[in-house]
């Protein structure tokens, strides 16, 4: 079974969380060609941007949404990339994470 380009994404963050410039690389793509699907993924709420060594903000409800740079844009800059529970669960569903 192939995947699709958006479920190789989704398994290569699952790993660690990856740079659109890493993501290119593994895939063998570029960040470019890339941004398309991250955002897809971002506006499906597959994927969230990280910050190395923070917690797991899902831009959700939160008493800090004023402060966070993130919550006045739709797509924020992904720089690095984590998965969301719901990306965990999809790659589930799929059997590629146990």
């Known amino acids: 079974m192939t995947d699709s380009p958006l479920a190789a994404i989704l398994r290569s963050v699952a790993l660690r969380p990856r740079t659109p410039a890493e993501l ?5 793509s570029t960040p470019e060609a890339l941004g398309g699907m991250l955002g897809t993924l971002h506006a499906g709420r597959y994927v969230q941007a990280a910050a190395s060594g923070e917690g797991a903000c899902a831009c959700g409800p ?4 004023s402060l966070c740079r993130n919550a006045a844009q739709d797509v924020p800059p992904l720089h690095l990339l984590r ?16």
């Open 24 to 28: 290119a690389r593994e895939l063998g």
């Open 62 to 65: 939160c008493s800090l949404k």
């Open 83 to 98: 998965l969301t529970p719901r990306g965990e669960a999809y790659l589930r569903r799929l059997g590629q994470l146990p």
